[in-house]
Structure formats: structure tokens, C-alpha cells
């Protein structure tokens, strides 16, 4: 069992058309956000078929699957992970937290980070101080940012919400369409369980806010209640 057997598997599916527009809605040219990711084309359905039969693999294959350059390889690899954490009993969660943190280099598109780190990082959190997000919050890295406001998620579905309006509040200020996406979907999660608490939020930043931010996180709200927040923006 082995990282190899995988990448041959999904390479023997690749799909050139459809590779080319992954390549193009992911944005990989060069100066875009995901500039040199490589697709084969092998949609999600496919590739989570492929690992189904190897969600024990080590730890030490499941990085080299994470280091491929081919983005399915990488999902592959996620897929896994989140498999091993689910599974896994604390010290097995622990070491696939360990792992998901020290390879975030590698979780390098949008997609990765959804599919993966709420169920990981956001999951291992809940129970537990949680400093790192504000440091994934600061870092350089435009996923590891994504990371840190996605992971919240798991917070919101146990009605958890501080964490998301803080990391929200600290990213008003960001520039990358990617994190206004990410706050505004989490703020619409916060406010499908707690529509008080997103409100309180909006009625104080929603002239602050980025538009897509604002958009997203009002997208549950009345038609009026919408236009109201929009007119913040004026």
C-alpha cells in the first residue's frame, strides 16, 4: 500500500478537457492565486472512488501523496486524512492534526483547505485553547488564513460563534477576495443557527466590511434586511 499506487490510479483517469478548465476556474496562470497547480482532470467523485481502498495508508506515504504536483493527488491525500481523523482514536487525531499543520504548504487551494480543515483543525479545536488560528490567522500564507476562518466551522455547528466574528473582525481589513468569500460564508453559517448574533455583527462592521464579504453573509436574510446592510456600503 503505497502513495505511488494512488498517483498511478488517478493519472490513468486524467481527463484532458476537463483538465484544462480546472486549470482555468482554479485559476492557476501565472499571477493567479493558484499559479502552477497542475490538474489531471479526474473529477471528485472519481478520486474519492480511487482512495476509498486506501484510507489506512501511513502517514509517510499519505505525504508524499500531499507533495504530488497534480491537485487530485493532493485532495487524495486530504480525503485520507480527514478518513484517519474520523476514525482515529485521540492519539491518531492528534498525530493527523500534527501532520494537516506541518504540511499547509501543500493545502494550497481553496478546495483543499474546505474540504479538510474544519474537519481536522476545526474538530481537534473544540475542546482546546486555541491560539493557532490566530497565528494561521497572521501568517503570509493566503491558506493557512483560509484555513484559520474555515476551521471555525466546526465551532458554528456547535454553537460556538466567538471565534468566527473575531477572525472575521481581524480580516475586515484583508485584501484577497478568498477571505472575504470565507468570513462571509462563515458569518451566514453563524447566522443560520443564530441570526441575533450575525446581525450584531453586521449592524457594527457592515460599512466596514469587503462587498463579497457582506454579500455572502447576508445571502440567508430577508430581501429588505439585505438591502439595508448594502446601503451600508454607499
Known amino acids: 500500500m503505497n502513495a505511488e499506487t494512488i498517483i498511478n490510479k488517478l493519472v490513468a483517469l486524467r481527463n484532458a478537457e476537463k483538465a484544462e478548465a480546472l486549470s482555468s476556474f482554479f485559476q492557476t496562470k501565472k499571477g493567479q492565486y493558484a499559479e502552477?497547480?497542475?490538474?489531471?482532470?479526474?473529477?471528485?467523485?472519481?478520486?474519492?472512488?480511487?482512495?476509498?481502498?486506501?484510507?489506512?495508508?501511513?502517514?509517510?506515504?499519505?505525504?508524499?501523496?500531499l507533495q504530488s504536483k497534480y491537485h487530485e493527488c493532493r485532495f487524495a491525500a486530504l480525503v485520507i486524512l480527514v478518513d484517519k481523523f474520523e476514525r482515529g482514536n485521540e492519539a491518531t487525531k492528534e498525530a493527523v492534526y500534527n501532520f494537516y499543520l506541518n504540511h499547509t504548504q501543500h493545502i494550497n487551494n481553496w478546495d483543499l483547505v474546505d474540504v479538510s480543515c474544519y474537519k481536522i483543525v476545526g474538530l481537534w479545536l473544540l475542546d482546546k485553547d486555541r491560539p493557532v488560528l490566530y497565528n494561521l490567522a497572521k501568517s503570509t500564507w493566503l491558506w493557512d488564513q483560509r484555513i484559520a476562518i474555515v476551521s471555525t466551522m466546526a465551532f458554528i455547528r456547535n454553537n460556538e460563534f466567538e471565534d468566527t466574528l473575531r477572525l472575521s473582525k481581524y480580516f475586515l481589513t484583508h485584501t484577497h477576495h478568498l477571505i472575504h468569500k470565507a468570513c462571509g460564508w462563515m458569518l451566514r453559517e453563524v447566522g443560520k443557527r443564530d441570526k441575533a448574533t450575525l446581525t450584531q455583527f453586521l449592524d457594527k462592521y457592515a460599512p466596514q466590511m469587503p462587498r463579497v464579504m457582506l454579500r455572502y453573509s447576508i445571502e440567508k436574510l430577508s430581501k429588505e434586511e439585505r438591502k439595508t446592510y448594502l446601503r451600508a456600503l454607499i
Open 36 to 65: 502552477g497547480d497542475v490538474f489531471l482532470g479526474v473529477t471528485v467523485p472519481q478520486s474519492r472512488k480511487v482512495v476509498a481502498s486506501y484510507t489506512h495508508l501511513p502517514l509517510q506515504e499519505v505525504e508524499k501523496l
